[in-house]
């Protein structure tokens, strides 16, 4: 899977499944650039890495909740990096809570950064690869967003509605030689998980068919995959990355 020549914009990747994809395209080839909105060390961080392979990067702070910042962000990707081939919606937040005790702007934030983005985002970009005839875009939902959690009303909501978004937006870009897929990781290991009590972790993993949690890199390789030429007949699909927890 050789992404040679192909330039990645990877939202929310400065740590995590964001940062993991982002060095799976650096490895085979691409050049890409890196989104962050607060963790800017983590994502300089992974910009040396990835020029370090010898390939082009760059970080970018934006807000991918705000429009302006989005056009901003896509506009100066395209100045310093000339074209846009794949996109990853990736960047995401949680802000947990039973339905009655959430409040409103928790649950505006979430879906603001959660869904919104990944509109604004996919829009800024779809313009230039409806011109070249060609691009991918990889979505990032989850597992929850096909059978919901209690505390997560406003994430798990999001997060189906990225599944709706995919697609339709497969539909309408297909014909222009886009591919649109997603993908729902499960449990996949992240300070979050890490700092779980046992008790916890073990009720988590008597769901996992794998009797594993995930890693970021389990994410990463099939995120490579549908950026790759491999994946050329495939659209508007829903990957679940999870260990066999959804069946």
């Known amino acids: 899977m050789n992404l040679n020549g192909k330039v990645a914009v990877v939202t929310g990747s400065s740590k995590g ?18 989104n962050y909105n607060r963790d800017k060390a983590g994502a300089e961080e992974i910009v040396r890495k990835i020029q370090a392979m010898g390939h082009k990067a760059k970080a970018y702070q934006a807000d991918v909740s705000n429009p302006d910042q989005v056009k901003e962000f896509i506009d100066a ?7 846009i081939d794949i996109l990853v919606n990736n960047a995401g937040i949680t802000r947990d809570t039973l339905l009655v005790r959430m409040k409103e702007e928790d649950w505006d934030r979430v879906m603001d950064v ?14 230039a690869m409806i011109k070249q005839r060609s691009g991918k ?8 967003g ?3 959690n209690p505390g997560q009303a406003n994430y798990t909501a999001a997060k189906a509605g990225v599944i709706g978004f995919t697609k339709t937006v497969a539909k309408e870009l297909g014909p222009r030689g886009i591919q649109v897929n997603a993908i729902a990781p499960g449990f996949i290991i992240s300070q979050m998980t890490e700092s779980l009590p046992e008790k916890v972790k073990e009720k988590m993993l008597s769901s996992i068919p794998l009797g594993r949690f995930g890693k970021p890199e389990d994410v990463a390789d099939l995120a490579l995959f ?8 495939i ?12 069946m």
Not at 22 to 28: D, N
Not at 226 to 233: E, I, N, Q, V
Not at 235 to 246: C, I, K, L, P
């Open 17 to 34: 499944i964001g940062a993991a994809i982002a060095l799976a395209y650096a490895k085979a080839g691409a050049e890409v650039a890196i």
């Open 77 to 83: 990707v395209m100045n310093d990096f000339g074209k």
């Open 114 to 127: 959660n869904l919104k983005s990944m509109f604004l985002c996919t829009k800024a970009v779809a313009k």
């Open 137 to 144: 875009i990889i979505n990032i939902t989850s597992v929850v």
């Open 146 to 148: 096909l059978i919901g």
């Open 226 to 233: 549908l950026a790759s030429d491999k994946s050329d007949y």
């Open 235 to 246: 659209t508007g699909q829903v990957f679940n990355v999870d260990g066999g927890m959804v």
